[in-house]
Nanobody
Framework: VQLQASGGGLVQAGGSLRLSCVAS????????MGWYRQGPGKQRELVASITAGSSRTYADSVKGRFTIFRDNAKNTVYLQMNNLSPDDTAVYYCNAAAYAGPDIGNYWGQGTQVTVSS
């Protein structure tokens, strides 16, 4: 299973970005998909996740500003980020749980840089 993330970039505070992550390869089913981030000098943290049934979880710091959604037909998960602040600056990583065989596996994308200027 390969995850290809895109959509990062440089944006001013208050601006918006939409991240996308496409899953490809041989798998039978995608379960929970999510976005994590790792800021400078910080540990990787969960930003948002969405189950196959579209139940969503958000970090407190992004509630009301970020929205996660998925298109199961396209094997794609999105993260709409609004009202960005410099504290959101980080490398954002896509994550997916998927059945590529009898057991579920955990997969990571390559990361996409989001930089928010003040």
């Amino acid at each position: 299973v390969q995850l290809q993330a895109s959509g990062g970039g440089l944006v001013q505070a208050g601006g918006s970005l939409r991240l996308s992550c496409v899953a490809s390869g041989r798998f039978f089913r995608l379960n929970t998909m999510g976005w994590y981030r790792q800021g400078p000098g910080k540990q990787r943290e969960l930003v948002a996740s969405i189950t196959a049934g579209s139940s969503r979880t958000y970090a407190d710091s992004v509630k009301g500003r970020f929205t996660i959604f998925r298109d199961n037909a396209k094997n794609t998960v999105y993260l709409q980020m609004n009202n960005l602040s410099p504290d959101d600056t980080a490398v954002y990583y896509c994550n997916a749980a998927a059945y590529a065989g009898p057991d579920i596996g955990n997969y990571w994308g390559q990361g996409t840089q989001v930089t928010v200027s003040s």
